[in-house]
Antibody, heavy 122, light 105 residues
Framework: QLQLQESGPGLVKPSETLSLTCTVSGGSITIGSYHWGWIRQPPGKGLEWIGTIYYSGSTYYTPSLKSRVSISVDTSKKQFSLKLSSVTAADTAVYYC??????????????WGQGTLVTVSS | SYELTQPPSASVSPGQTASITCSGDKLEDKYVCWYQQKPGQSPVLVIYQDSRRPSGIPERFSGSNSGNTATLTISGTQAMDEADYYCQAWDSTVVFGGGTKLTVL
């Protein structure tokens, strides 16, 4: 059974960089039909896609965060990571990592991590 | 940018059929999926590629997509189906609908 687990600081100061890692277990991170994504959910609000990475390192990001986001992958550790710079209180959210199934286009997220709450506060 | 619109809330009586809509321009040209999210839990995929059901999802969950509207239908709704439901599609980026809170009362 595939499992994803987010890890990283739960508290980040304004203007600093949020860094999270997702560790994949129970399956391969290098299968071609899978991409690996980050999604966030502010308290009491809906889901917002942040970005996705392929095991080769190819990435695509949501336009509204593109200038502040970087996603990378370490296939040897079966991990992919998120960095979000210059954070503000508006970046406070539960951050999820998830596996994305890809056909001719990216399709859906079939496995999700449990999520980790990141609070931006001084 | 592409947008998916869902009603904020919906209600249904136990045993009845719940329908949740997701609207977007020429949505029928895209694959739509649906997620169920209960309080404090991660989203769970309940429908993918418009109408396919993942293993382990009850048959009472079904989906359709025509014109500008995709619909998630829950037949014989149970109390355990009370949750937030999100539609999602791809239009050069991943797009989520705003979510619909389904109340079973």
């Amino acid at each position: 059974q595939l499992q994803l687990q987010e890890s990283g600081p739960g508290l980040v100061k304004p203007s600093e960089t949020l860094s999270l890692t997702c560790t994949v277990s129970g399956g391969s991170i290098t299968i071609g039909s899978y991409h690996w994504g980050w999604i966030r959910q502010p308290p009491g609000k809906g889901l917002e896609w942040i970005g996705t990475i392929y095991y080769s390192g190819s990435t695509y990001y949501t336009p509204s965060l593109k200038s502040r986001v970087s996603i990378s992958v370490d296939t040897s550790k079966k991990q992919f990571s998120l960095k979000l710079s210059s954070v503000t209180a508006a970046d406070t959210a539960v951050y999820y990592c998830a596996r994305q199934i890809v056909g001719t286009t990216p399709l859906y997220f079939d496995y999700w991590g449990q999520g980790t709450l990141v609070t931006v506060s001084s | 940018s592409y947008e998916l619109t869902q009603p904020p809330s919906a209600s249904v009586s136990p045993g009845q059929t719940a329908s949740i809509t997701c609207s977007g321009d020429k949505l029928e040209d895209k694959y739509v999926c649906w997620y169920q999210q209960k309080p404090g839990q991660s989203p769970v995929l309940v429908i993918y590629q418009d109408s396919r059901r993942p293993s382990g999802i009850p048959e009472r969950f079904s989906g359709s997509n025509s014109g500008n509207t995709a619909t998630l239908t829950i037949s014989g709704t149970q109390a355990m189906d009370e949750a937030d439901y999100y539609c999602q599609a791809w239009d050069s980026t991943v797009v989520f609908g705003g979510g619909t809170k389904l109340t079973v009362l």
